[in-house]
């Protein structure tokens, strides 16, 4: 039972009308700072926090334990005996959850507006044709500590189908869904199809059986770190990681034919393929994915790029090799 202060009264629910789902796994440092940012909302209406802890090998555990003893009622803790990885400890907080909402908030990032839920909670309650509502999020580059925007322009709202399957513009940090949607979803298919998230999946098959909302205002902040699951600095982990996108997109194009073609989605990975490539010197893909590109504006600008770049033709056109 969770007791909520506002300024009229104490309020108190068995029934929180948003769940928050956190996962964590050795994440000693800043999963206070997470917990907290939870914690300090500006709301009227009950909650409930549902933590995954994997099994870490730090103090995660132990500052989890503690958060649970200091707000019994508004935490609720899942302590696994053996690591079950990202995927199966998903599962279980999310099965645990009972609001009528579910916002989702991982281990290592944190809500910097303290507004969120209030935001979120009036959009859905106010518009039931919408079933799930998200944000742009502020970044913070854990290197530097420099804090920048997402991109806030051009991000759709309503039917986004379409849109996803060409590139996730959602982050899962940002979201709150109606929990009467998981009905449409099975994790461990999701583990059978051999996808390496949740997220992704999820924002496709919801986008087929309810309408999306953006808010253009940053109320989360992103902890940007290379060994996290979308963002790596060992190149082998970022194609394993934009290939597995790529099995996602297939399946979901396959499940739920668009007017796009698997052609475009094809054009979408070449491109990104490539990029990544550039980005990290691996001629050889640079040479085998430019290959692969179907326009031609964007073969004379990569032309351009390789002949102002000495080196890079050298390799491609010379014959030598770096890798």
């Given at each position: 039972?969770?007791?909520?202060?506002?300024?009229?009264?104490?309020?108190?629910?068995?029934?929180?009308?948003?769940?928050?789902?956190?996962?964590?796994?050795?994440?000693?440092?800043?999963?206070?700072?997470?917990?907290?940012?939870?914690?300090?909302?500006?709301?009227?209406?009950?909650?409930?926090?549902?933590?995954?802890?994997?099994?870490?090998?730090?103090?995660?555990?132990?500052?989890?334990?503690?958060?649970?003893?200091?707000?019994?009622?508004?935490?609720?803790?899942?302590?696994?005996?053996?690591n079950q990885g990202m995927m199966k400890n998903y599962k279980s907080v999310i099965e645990a959850c009972k609001g009528k909402y579910i916002?989702?908030?991982?281990?290592?990032?944190?809500?910097?507006?303290?507004?969120?839920?209030?935001?979120?909670?009036?959009?859905?309650?106010?518009?039931?044709?919408?079933?799930?509502?998200?944000?742009?999020?502020?970044?913070?580059?854990?290197?530097?500590?420099?804090?920048?925007?997402?991109?806030?322009?051009?991000?759709?709202?309503?039917?986004?189908?379409?849109?996803?399957?060409?590139?996730?513009?959602?982050?899962?940090?940002?979201?709150?869904?109606?929990?009467?949607?998981?009905?449409?979803?099975?994790?461990?298919?999701?583990?059978?199809?051999?996808?390496?998230?949740?997220?992704?999946?999820?924002?496709?098959?919801?986008?087929?059986?309810?309408?999306?909302?953006?808010?253009?205002?940053?109320?989360?902040?992103?902890?940007?770190?290379?060994?996290s699951a979308s963002y790596f600095s060992d190149y082998k982990k970022l194609i394993e990681f934009n290939d597995n996108v790529q099995l996602?997109?297939?399946?979901?194009?396959?499940?739920?034919?668009?007017?796009i073609t698997e052609k475009e989605i094809d054009q979408l990975y070449v491109k990104k393929r490539l990029s990544l490539a550039i980005i990290?010197?691996?001629?050889?893909?640079?040479?085998?994915?430019?290959?692969?590109?179907?326009?031609?504006?964007?073969?004379?600008?990569?032309?351009?790029?390789?002949?102002?770049?000495?080196?890079?033709?050298?390799?491609?056109?010379?014959?030598?090799?770096?890798?």
């Open positions: 039972m969770y007791y909520v202060k506002t300024k009229k009264k104490e309020m108190k629910s068995e029934n929180p009308l948003v769940s928050i789902e956190v996962c964590t796994y050795n994440q000693e440092e800043i999963i206070a700072q997470t917990l907290d940012s939870i914690l300090q909302q500006n709301i009227d209406f009950p909650i409930e926090i549902v933590v995954g802890e994997d099994c870490s090998t730090d103090n995660t555990r132990k500052i989890c334990i503690d958060y649970k003893n200091r707000y019994p009622d508004v935490i609720q803790l899942i302590l696994h005996e053996k916002a989702q908030c991982g281990g290592d990032d944190y809500w910097h507006h303290p507004d969120k839920l209030k935001l979120q909670v009036d959009f859905l309650e106010n518009n039931p044709d919408y079933g799930l509502v998200h944000s742009a999020t502020n970044i913070l580059e854990i290197k530097t500590g420099e804090i920048r925007t997402s991109q806030v322009t051009n991000i759709p709202t309503g039917s986004v189908y379409r849109s996803l399957l060409l590139k996730n513009h959602i982050w899962a940090l940002t979201v709150m869904f109606r929990r009467e949607l998981l009905q449409y979803i099975n994790i461990d298919n999701f583990i059978q199809n051999g996808f390496l998230m949740e997220d992704y999946p999820m924002w496709l098959e919801f986008s087929n059986h309810t309408k999306f909302h953006w808010i253009n205002i940053p109320l989360t902040t992103y902890r940007k770190n290379t060994v996602i997109k297939k399946y979901y194009f396959s499940k739920y034919p668009e007017n990290h010197d691996h001629y050889q893909d640079i040479k085998y994915f430019a290959k692969l590109l179907d326009s031609s504006r964007l073969k004379q600008r990569l032309r351009r790029f390789i002949l102002s770049n000495r080196i890079l033709y050298e390799i491609l056109y010379k014959g030598t090799s770096k890798d």
